[in-house]
C-alpha cells in the first residue's frame, strides 16, 4: 500500500503448494432472507517464488478492503477468491475498521500463510445498509494454541483418551491448576501435534512412548472443540503457523531505532539459520548506540522490517529495506533460543 494514496495497491506473494486445493465454504446462502451470505475463510501458503494472485484495495467512494486483479488460475482464484469481495478478518483477528496500510502489514507480517475471512460485495454492502455489526458475523476465536509444558512432580497435567484401534485422534483432561493448564491448555482440546510433529498418525501406546522420550519439557498443538469444528467445516487444516503463541515462554522483540550520528550501531550479517535456510542475523552491537539502546542483542535473527516480513530477502535486498526510511526503522527480531523452538515446531 502506498501511504496517502486511497487507491493503493499491493500485491502478496504465496505458494500454491499448500496442499490439496479444498474450496472455503459458506455455512448458508443467506441471513433471514435479507440478502446477507456468509463469511468464506481460505487458507493460503506460498514460498517466495510464488504469488498470491490477488491485490488489496481500498477505493473512494466504496467501504472496506476490497479484493481486486484475482489472477486466472492464480493461487486466490483456485481457492475461490472473488474480485469484489471484502476482506473480514486476517489470521482471526477482525480487520474491516483498520486502516488500510494497518491491514497490508497484517497480511505481509503473516509470512509464509495466512487466513482470510471475506465476504461478497453485495452481502457486505447489504449488512453495512443494515447496520450490522460485522465482526458478530465471524466465529469469536480461530486459532488452534501452542502450549509449552513444563513437567512437575505429578507429571505435565494432563491425560489422553482416545476410540479404541482408531489412530490420531486424541482429546486432553486438564488437571486443575495443572502444569497443562497454566500453559494454556484448553480442557477437552484436542491434541494436533507433539513437539512439532502431526499425531495423525500414531496410536495410543506411540503417543505415550513419544511423551516419555519429551523428558521434562514438552509441546503441543492443540485445538478446542470449537476451533477443531470450525476448521472441519470449513474444510481446512489446521497448522502449527495459524496458532496463538500468547501462551508460549518465547517471544518476538519489536525495537524501534532512530538514527543517530554515528548511525544505528549494529551490523547485518547473512548466514545459515537453524532450518538450513538463508538468514539475517544482527552482530556488532555498539554500547549506548541507537541499537544497543534499543535492546538488540548479538545473535538475534532479523524477522521483518517496518512491519514487513524479509523471508526469501536476501541480504542486499533487506539492507534497503532497513534504509528505506532516512531516520529511523522498527525491526522485529527473535533470539536464538527462540528461534530454535519455533524452528523445532515448525
Given amino acids: 500500500g502506498l501511504e496517502g494514496d486511497k487507491k493503493s495497491i499491493i500485491k502478496f506473494e504465496f505458494n500454491p503448494k499448500d496442499g490439496i486445493d479444498n474450496p472455503a ?3 448458508a446462502e443467506d441471513m433471514g432472507g435479507e440478502g446477507v451470505g456468509e463469511p ?4 493460503l501458503s506460498k514460498d517466495s517464488t510464488e504469488t498470491f494472485g490477488f491485490c488489496l484495495h481500498e477505493e473512494l467512494g466504496c467501504q472496506g478492503h476490497i479484493i481486486r486483479q484475482v489472477e486466472l488460475g ?4 483456485r481457492r475461490g477468491l472473488q474480485d469484489g469481495d471484502r476482506l473480514l478478518q486476517v489470521n482471526g483477528h477482525f480487520v474491516d475498521h483498520m486502516d488500510h496500510r494497518t491491514v497490508v502489514q497484517k497480511i505481509k507480517a503473516s509470512g509464509n500463510q495466512v487466513l482470510l475471512a471475506v465476504l461478497d460485495g453485495g452481502s457486505y454492502e447489504a449488512a453495512k445498509a443494515l447496520g450490522r455489526d460485522l465482526s458478530q458475523m465471524l466465529p469469536a476465536d480461530i486459532r488452534p494454541r501452542l502450549c509449552h509444558i513444563t ?4 507429571g505435565f497435567g494432563f491425560s489422553v483418551s482416545g476410540p479404541e484401534g482408531v ?3 486424541f482429546q486432553l483432561s486438564v488437571r486443575q491448576d495443572g502444569p497443562a493448564e497454566r500453559a494454556g491448555v484448553p480442557p477437552g482440546s484436542w ?3 507433539l513437539n512439532g510433529a502431526s499425531v495423525r498418525s500414531y496410536s495410543h501406546a ?3 512412548r513419544k511423551l516419555k522420550q519429551s523428558g521434562n519439557k514438552v509441546t503441543l498443538l492443540v485445538a478446542s472443540s470449537a476451533v477443531e469444528e470450525f476448521y472441519r467445516l470449513q474444510g481446512l ?8 503463541t500468547s501462551w508460549l515462554p518465547f517471544k518476538v522483540r519489536e525495537l524501534h531505532m532512530v538514527k543517530g550520528p554515528a548511525g544505528y550501531g549494529f551490523l547485518l550479517k547473512e548466514d545459515d539459520c537453524i532450518s538450513g535456510a538463508i538468514g539475517q542475523f544482527l552482530w556488532d552491537v555498539d554500547a549506548g548506540l541507537p541499537a544497543d539502546q534499543a535492546g538488540m542483542k548479538e545473535g538475534d535473527r532479523l524477522l521483518a522490517v517496518n512491519g514487513e516480513s524479509i523471508e526469501g530477502l536476501d541480504h542486499h535486498q533487506t539492507v534497503l529495506r532497513i534504509c528505506a526510511r532516512d531516520d529511523q526503522v522498527t525491526l522485529l527480531v527473535i533470539d536464538p533460543a527462540g528461534d530454535e523452538f519455533y524452528q523445532s515446531v515448525g
Fill in 151 to 154: 513437567r512437575d512432580k505429578s
Fill in 191 to 193: 491434541l494436533l501435534e
Fill in 206 to 208: 506411540q503417543l505415550t
Fill in 167 to 169: 489412530k490420531g485422534t
Fill in 25 to 27: 465454504l459458506s455455512l
Fill in 237 to 244: 487444516r489446521i497448522t502449527a503457523a495459524l496458532a496463538d
Fill in 74 to 77: 492464480g493461487l486466490a482464484q
Fill in 40 to 43: 468464506r475463510f481460505y487458507l
